[in-house]
């Protein structure tokens, strides 16, 4: 079964005539192969050529507990020997039973309940469809606009895509824009120029509240935030501005959805990072990506046990909410998520929040280097920023591409990148070790 990846010049042709790959350019919209990944194992990754290079974006921020786990593997097959699947319009399965009550033990406040998903988009998604589920029973049919930030990423579909805040993600692409209002992206690095780095979290919560009230709390049925903006480029935001955030969303019955797809199963060091890290009790959580390190398309929303039990109590108790998927609940995926958990919790939890700091510092020595104007992170994820001059932090007079450029000097040397047009993401494995980080960031300086 192994063989296929090694078949290089027959998948490339092949890829070329008839695979489509995600974020395709009009030009080469099925004319473009990219490169041809072999096998994994452990932090590592086996191009086409049979180059070993690490890993450095986790496949898509999500091998958390590194390739070729046999123990993932293993279970997979068990749970698809005694049961591949079931209905779950109909029937159920224990391996999801006995996840959403690991995921509900982990999560903050009062989350309690989990539907399942196929990944991320479909989770968020699955979030904004119930909040405005919720708000027709609840007979407040108004109430549905959703609010989103610049720098944003929420997913592909119609309208998890539509929360999108970064230009190049909407400029060709519809979306459900009536139903959206964005917001100022919580970035330090690049706020308003009128605005201080000290007080730019009284600004970004002075427009939120404004938004709010201009708009009016009535008409605004959820606030959708990811803690840590993942592919806005790692954006650490300020202190204390999600939980002031939270407040005014509590205070005008805004519901609060955290989106966890990069940050919950391990890659801020806990299973999730809403309460741990940021203080927050969300009404709603998603999660995918790390919930099975990637060995299974699975995600998720961890739901507010008060807002299913106003659903109980409603006046409408035959209102149905009309929404599943085939796969939800699948009884495979949920089985390598169990086991997945069991081993973040047998110490890859302990382990990242250990490397974290090394991982850090080791990387912000990149800041000396006149190409860098910002290197930012939290936990196993951070981002080397390239700007044309430091003084005026200027990324548009580079190079449109020079993570591009940067990524293929890195991945002669040894390293796999993740690059963001003038930006490089960096979130490898939670397995990785001190050692292997400083190769990594060696690879990246001379990259
Ligand atoms: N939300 C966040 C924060 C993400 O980073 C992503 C994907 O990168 C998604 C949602 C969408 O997830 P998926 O690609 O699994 O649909």
Redesign the pocket.
């Known amino acids: 079964a192994g063989d296929f990846g090694r078949h290089g010049d027959d998948a490339v042709d092949l890829a070329t005539r008839h695979l489509i790959q995600p974020w395709p350019v009009a030009g080469s919209a099925g004319a473009e192969a990219r490169a041809l990944i072999g096998e994994g194992d452990g932090i590592h990754i086996t191009d086409g050529d049979g180059k070993r290079l690490i890993d450095g974006p986790a496949g898509?921020?999500c091998i958390n507990v590194g390739h070729r786990r046999e123990e993932l593997a293993r279970v997979m097959y068990e749970q698809a020997m005694q049961l591949s699947y079931n209905t779950p319009w109909y029937t159920m399965n224990a391996p999801s039973a006995e996840l959403a009550r690991r995921i509900a033990d982990h999560a903050p406040g009062d989350l309690s309940h989990v539907f399942y998903t196929t990944?991320?988009?479909?989770a968020?998604e699955t979030a904004l469809r119930f909040m405005q589920f919720t708000n027709n029973v609840r007979g407040r049919r108004e109430k549905k606009l959703i609010l989103s930030r610049g720098g944003a990423?929420?997913?592909?579909t119609y309208l998890?895509a539509s929360l999108n805040g970064r230009p190049r993600d909407r400029d060709w692409m519809d979306g459900a824009d009536g139903l959206v209002v964005k917001l100022t992206a919580p970035n330090p690095f690049r706020r308003p120029a009128r605005v201080s780095r000290k007080t730019f979290a009284d600004f970004l919560v002075e427009e939120f509240r404004q938004t709010v009230e201009e708009i009016g709390a009535e008409r605004i049925g959820a606030f959708v935030g990811?803690p840590i903006q993942?592919?806005g480029g790692v954006i650490v935001p300020p202190d204390g501005y999600l939980k002031r955030i939270r407040e005014i969303c509590r205070a005008n019955d805004i519901l609060y959805v955290s989106?966890e797809?990069?940050t919950a199963f391990g890659r801020l060091g806990h299973v999730f990072a809403s309460g741990e890290v940021f203080g927050l009790d969300p009404d709603m959580i998603?999660f995918?990506?790390g919930v099975t390190s990637g060995y299974f398309p699975l995600?998720g929303v961890v739901i507010s046990g008060r807002l299913l039990e106003e659903l109980r109590k409603s006046n409408h108790p035959d209102a149905m909410f009309a929404h599943g998927l085939t796969y939800t609940s699948h009884p495979v995926g949920c089985a390598v998520a169990l086991k997945n958990l069991d081993l973040l919790e047998d110490g890859i939890l302990a382990h990242a929040r250990e490397v974290a700091p090394y991982f850090q510092t080791q990387l912000k020595t990149l800041e000396a280097l006149p190409l860098v104007g910002e290197v930012r992170g939290m936990g196993l994820m951070a981002c080397v920023e390239c700007v044309a001059d430091r003084d005026s932090n200027n990324p548009l007079e580079l190079d449109n591409a020079v993570g591009k450029r940067i990524d293929r000097h890195c991945h002669e040397l040894g390293l796999l990148v993740r690059p963001l047009i003038n930006m490089c993401v960096m979130s490898p494995p939670l397995i990785i070790t001190c050692e292997q980080i400083d190769t990594m960031v060696a690879i990246l300086r001379e990259g």
Not at 119 to 122: F, K
């Open positions: 898509m921020w990944g991320g988009s479909s968020v990423y929420h997913g592909s998890s990811e993942a592919s989106d797809v990069v998603t995918a990506k995600g």
